[in-house]
């Protein structure tokens, strides 16, 4: 496995399997948005050093690289690079984007086999074509649920903002043919989790090591952006299945804590890596 500085972090899981971080540039959110329905004198002391003049967050395109002995998985794409500037001064859009971002931390993305999302919106879904138009992962499938496709491209007016639709329709036969309908193992210990709540079809990517001491490591993608996300109520107004996400947080959450798993948070850009600890009601992400 290809490891320099623009791999952020990586660990092995045990039986083979490893596991890095490589951000895909960022960009900028809302803060109130973020926050949902949390108000905010419970939120502001934690927002204080990365809030902009237009009231917006960081928020990191965090995206892992999977290497089993069967094969290397993508776990999300992040904006990408077709992008109009209009666009990317809007989101406040910088960095590098995934396809080069992995050339960068050594890893060919023509040796990707199955690219996994955990849902389609633009900030995950958009770096499957390059620049020119070409399948930025030639060799790989493209893994996100069947449902997440079916309510991508209908025409309500706020699924018509969070989904970049012409790129989808561009990259929908390439979807269809690798999509999962329901909890997947897409490869020996790596498994795709339905959880809806934050989009229809949305999913949790769960990677399991192998041999004696093999640790298990979960993405729950936008249930869990940031460390404050860990309090199951604390969703953000984005998502559009909210009483879903607290249910499916709680459940969730509470088996990674009694199982000790790692969790990589989908937007955290200083400390995505931890786990997820019970505390009174809720839990509480602690870095490691
Ligand atoms: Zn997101």
Redesign the pocket.
């Known amino acids: 496995m290809g490891l320099n500085d623009a791999v952020h972090w990586s660990t092995d899981l045990g039986g083979g399997t490893r596991v890095a971080l490589v951000q895909a540039g960022r960009f900028r959110s809302d803060a109130g948005a973020l926050f949902g329905p949390v108000p905010r004198i419970l939120w502001d002391r934690l927002a204080t050093d990365e809030i902009d003049h237009d009231h917006r967050l960081l928020?990191a395109l965090n995206c892992l690289l999977v290497e089993t002995p069967a094969g290397r998985v993508l776990v999300e794409t992040g904006i990408g690079e077709r992008v109009s500037d209009k666009v990317r001064a809007m989101r406040a859009y910088e960095g590098t984007p995934i396809e080069p971002a992995l050339r960068v931390a050594g890893f060919d993305p023509g040796s990707i086999d199955i690219v996994a999302m955990s849902?389609l919106?633009f900030?995950?879904a958009g770096g499957l074509l390059t620049a020119d138009g070409a399948r930025a992962f030639p060799r790989a499938r493209i893994v996100a649920q069947r449902a997440e496709w079916d309510i991508a491209l209908t025409d309500n007016s706020r699924i018509v903002a969070s989904y970049d639709q012409p790129e989808l329709r561009l990259v929908r036969d390439w979807g269809e043919s690798g999509w999962a309908d329901g909890e997947v193992e897409i490869l020996p210990g790596v498994s795709v989790v339905p959880t809806g709540g934050h989009s229809a079809g949305h999913q949790a990517i769960v990677v399991r090591g192998g041999g004696p001491g093999g640790r298990t490591l979960a993405f729950f993608?936008?249930l869990c952006?940031r460390p404050w996300s860990a309090n199951p109520r604390w969703v953000t107004a984005?998502d559009d299945f909210p009483l879903d996400s607290v249910d499916v947080k709680a459940s969730l959450f509470a088996r990674a804590a009694d199982e000790h798993w790692i969790v990589t948070l989908?937007?955290e850009p200083l400390t995505p890596i931890g786990r997820l600890v019970a505390d009174r009601d809720r839990f509480r992400f602690e870095v490691t």
Do not use: E, L, R, Y
């Open positions: 928020q849902h919106h900030d995950h993608g936008d952006m984005f989908s937007h």
